[in-house]
């Protein structure tokens, strides 16, 4: 066990987890007006419809078998019956349609971002970075599928390090030498996931934390009074005023004596917010003004 | 006239617009003051938060009133409940990864400006430098095809006017070829804002909630904050009045001024109106019954359910039954002034814009007689004759068609029926002016007093600012809000125009709250424009050239004087 071992595999995941966290939660506190997914759809629909779907869904059942396969140790499913290669049989097969239908998705979106001139023009240097790490961490992850299975290399089972180690950093107790014993195709698929969950809070990518399924239990039509639709977070009171057209009900007195017979302050009637990368709008928006 | 069998429900206030088309003449000032005031900015280019189209034609966005492509609105099941068309709630969230019904930006139009930097640096040469449009997406040359108002004034001839959704709707009812007759057309313009409807569509399809209701004034705005960019609402909404800013990845709509409403001013479309033909006003309703009434049955009885939920706010029960709801006083007042009661439920003129969406829409219009007067008058006949518009609103089948596929879901009868109340109206008063004896027959030939006409007269004629706009302000029922009440921000104090970093630093000035009731002031002050002291700023687009603001202009020359 070297020092850069326990750093990349004991200090660093929990830096990373306060970074998701803390990122998460500042985003969310400051910046819930450039928390969207910021769809293209309005620019191209045709090829978005193909590959938009295909790699969500591919996405899902990945992250879900990722759940299974870093948590639930594997006595457990040894105990109910599930031998170590019918285990990864079923993972193969299914990890393996997921992996194929994420790839050609994420194939045709990243086609699509460059071949399609408005969504081209839309693309942030945050949406590149995002798309580099979202890449980079999954063609690593396919590597390790196949170094795993044997087609490439010797068989591993990388339920016997890598997760390993995964639920020792969640019992706080980091298990480095279970993670050096791994392949360096499994240890840089971990290095490249965990640069990308830094990124997270960051990207466009935390769209995914706010996924609605709330919509199937609310009622359809919603009522919200003018006087709690006030915000209760700073940025979300500044970026009110901000974007003028975040519709809240205007807060304040409705007579604010001194300042009635001020000529009217418009924010700056020809700015426009800075919004093309999703990130930050400041005020100073010409919708502001009448 | 609530039923009198059933006591209220839930009464809850709605500001709602009515539109007099006979007056509209097409003149695109409320699209472009709106405009100025709340599109103005990258992203929403294509956005017309109003728009005026010329029908027959396309509409904006092109063939938006077709719901067979665009899934708009609702559907009643078979079971007699509502769902909305573009899909109930599971089948919303598996199809949120891409939107199977999204309008493109070219069923609105791709948004361009010009390259005007070529007038002047372009090097000498025989020819005349040119502006070329370029593309505001991708910044390329581009060869402009299509806008907002595209066939405005039946541009685009019947080739364009052809594909008008309602005049496919009336062929195929016909079962005949009605080839769109170019050379007679009839023609008026629709100004359309959204319709802050009753049953919104949008906010039921919006799934992260951000669309609301507004359950003080009904007025349907966006959270911002809340807004995901999930898209479904834009297909949602039936008259295509949700537009998704392409820069910030949210939705954008109209939100009836309220800045400007909850201070007691008409939106900015309504008091720039050229032809003064707009009206604001509330309407009380009973919350308890808007299902029911969007899930008729039959689409013909749209109408008149949405016409029966509007309570009458003179009946002492719909009063009480207010007050036990929270409606304030002072709006109880509104209501039994307002315009847009008088026209819809009272005088029966106004109708709503296609009930059969089943969203219930509280933008109601007053459809044009004037195609039937033109008929008449083009016809030799004398246009202000009570028997020969009566005849004309029976036998002009193709206008009457029309106007009822846009208003009452087909059914030409309550277009008849407005129609002859106008000509009523027009015949009546005209020999009142003459100075012969009213002729309290003409107005029972409509089924009204002559009193009712002289009402609906002053309402549609003289039309006077008041009368047109009552719109009573909002109640602040918190106290003071913390972003208002900045200790410095006093004139010229460091908080006043900006914060540490600058002028766009620190806190904003709740532009809202202080515009408006600077803008109100001025508006109704007698004084020239402000003279505030240096620092003073002045916000253009409501500067009205009164006076001389500091800070507007450079110092007076001062050898000027002697
Ligand atoms: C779980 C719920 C999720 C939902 C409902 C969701 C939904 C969406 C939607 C609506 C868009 C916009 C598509 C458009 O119209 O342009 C989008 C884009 C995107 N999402 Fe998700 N997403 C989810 C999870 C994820 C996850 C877990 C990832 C990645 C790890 C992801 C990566 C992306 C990327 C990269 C784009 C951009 C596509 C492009 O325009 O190039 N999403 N998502
Ligand atoms: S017209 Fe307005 S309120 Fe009605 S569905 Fe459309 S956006 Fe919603
Ligand atoms: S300003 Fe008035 S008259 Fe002019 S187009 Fe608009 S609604 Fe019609």
Redesign the pocket.
């Known amino acids: 066990m070297t020092g850069l071992d326990l750093l990349l595999w004991a200090v660093l995941p929990y830096v990373v987890v306060a970074v998701l966290v803390g990122g998460t939660i500042w985003r969310y506190r400051y910046d819930r007006f450039g928390w969207t997914?910021?769809?293209?759809?309005l620019y191209e629909s045709r090829l978005?419809r193909i590959g938009?779907p295909l790699?969500?869904f591919g996405?899902?059942v990945v992250?879900f078998g990722h759940v299974i396969g870093l948590l639930v140790p594997e006595e457990w499913t040894t105990r109910a019956g599930l031998s170590e290669s019918a285990y990864h049989a079923q993972a193969v097969v299914l990890g393996g349609v997921a992996g194929v239908a994420t790839v050609a998705g994420l194939a045709i979106?990243?086609y699509?971002?460059r071949a399609t001139g408005p969504?081209f023009s839309a693309t942030t240097r945050n949406d590149k970075a995002?798309?580099a790490m979202?890449v980079a961490a999954i063609a690593a992850g396919l590597t390790t599928t196949l170094v795993g299975s044997g087609a490439v290399g010797e068989q591993h089972n990388y339920r016997e390090t890598v997760s390993v180690w995964f639920r020792s950093v969640l019992t706080l107790r980091p298990d480095v030498d279970a993670m050096t014993a791994a392949p360096a195709a499994f240890r840089v698929h971990a290095l490249v996931a965990m640069l990308l969950f830094a990124a997270w809070p960051f990207t466009?990518?935390v769209?995914?934390f706010t996924?609605?399924v709330g919509y199937l239990f609310r009622p359809y039509i919603v009522y919200r009074s003018r006087r709690h639709s006030r915000s209760r977070t700073p940025a979300a009171r500044r970026s009110q005023w901000a974007t003028g057209t975040a519709q809240h009900a205007p807060a304040g007195p409705p007579h604010a004596p001194e300042r009635t017979r001020r000529a009217a302050p418009s924010p700056g009637p020809a700015e426009s917010p800075s919004a093309s990368n999703g990130l930050r709008v400041e005020r100073g928006d010409a919708s502001n003004a009448i | 006239m609530t039923r009198p069998d059933r006591a209220p429900g839930r009464v809850m206030a709605q500001l709602a617009m009515v539109m007099n088309l006979d007056k509209c003449i097409g003149c695109h000032t409320c699209s472009v003051t709106c405009k100025q005031v709340w599109t103005n900015r990258g992203g929403v280019e294509y956005a017309w938060f109003n728009n005026v189209e010329t029908r027959p034609g396309q509409g904006y966005p092109r063939r938006y009133q077709d719901q067979e492509t665009w899934r708009g609105g609702w559907t009643r099941t078979r079971g007699g409940r509502l769902k909305p068309r573009s899909g109930g709630r599971l089948r919303r969230l598996l199809t949120?990864?891409?939107?199977p019904v999204m309008p493109n930006i070219r069923d609105y139009y791709e948004p361009w400006t010009y390259d005007y930097d070529n007038l002047t640096s372009a090097p000498l040469g025989d020819d005349f430098p040119v502006a070329r449009p370029t593309s505001l997406l991708t910044g390329e040359p581009l060869s402009i095809q299509w806008s907002a108002n595209w066939d405005d004034n039946l541009g685009g001839g019947a080739e364009v006017c052809d594909q008008d959704p309602v005049v496919e709707r009336m062929r195929q009812k016909a079962e005949e070829s009605v080839r769109f007759a170019f050379e007679q057309a009839y023609m008026f313009y629709l100004p359309r804002i959204c319709e802050h409807c009753l049953n919104p569509s949008c906010v039921a399809s919006c799934p992260s909630g951000s669309l609301y209701k507004r359950s003080e004034d009904g007025i349907v705005l966006v959270d911002q904050d809340r807004c995901r960019?999930?898209?479904m609402c834009v297909t949602a909404c039936p008259y295509k009045k949700i537009y998704f800013n392409h820069k910030t990845g949210k939705a954008e709509k109209c939100h009836f001024c309220y800045p400007r409403v909850e201070v007691g001013l008409p939106t900015v479309c309504s008091e720039t109106c050229v032809g003064r033909l707009r009206y604001l006003g509330l309407v009380l309703y009973d919350a308890d019954r808007v299902g029911e009434a969007a899930a008729v049955e039959n689409e013909h009885d749209l109408y008149e359910a949405q016409l029966d939920l509007l309570l009458d706010p003179d009946d002492p029960r719909v009063q009480d039954a207010a007050r036990r709801d929270g409606i304030p006083e002072d709006w109880l007042a509104a209501a039994r002034r307002s315009p847009v009661y008088a026209l819809a439920k009272r005088h029966r003129v106004a109708l709503p814009l296609h009930p059969e969406f089943r969203t219930l829409p509280m933008v109601w219009y007053i459809p044009p007689l004037s195609p039937v007067v033109d008929a008449v008058a083009e016809s030799g006949h004398d246009g202000e004759d009570v028997d020969n518009l009566f005849g004309a609103v029976d036998a002009l089948r193709i206008p009457v068609a029309y106007l009822a596929e846009l208003f009452s879901a087909g059914d030409p009868e309550p277009v008849r029926a407005v129609l002859r109340r106008l000509s009523a109206m027009r015949s009546y008063m005209r020999r009142v002016n003459l100075g012969d004896p009213a002729d309290e027959t003409i107005a029972q030939a409509a089924g009204m007093t002559g009193a009712e006409v002289t009402e609906l007269y002053r309402l549609l004629a003289i039309a006077k600012y008041h009368d047109r706009y009552v719109v009573p302000t909002a109640h602040e029922t918190d106290g003071p809000v913390p972003e208002a009440a900045c200790g410095l921000d006093f004139d010229g104090g460091p908080g006043a125009y900006g914060g540490p970093f600058g002028e766009a630093s620190g806190r904003p000035v709740p532009v809202s709250v202080e515009t408006f009731h600077a803008l109100k002031d001025r508006q109704t002050a007698d004084a020239p424009a402000d003279t505030a002291g240096p620092g003073a700023r002045v916000n253009l687009l409501n500067w009205d050239g009164r006076g001389r603001p500091a800070g507007l202009f450079p110092p007076p020359h001062t050898q000027e004087q002697p």
Not at chain 1, 37 to 41: L, Q
């Open positions: 997914t910021r769809s293209s759809e978005l938009s790699f969500h996405i899902l992250a979106l990243v699509r971002r969504v995002m798309y979202l466009r990518l769209h995914a996924a609605p | 949120l990864f891409a939107n960019g999930w898209r």
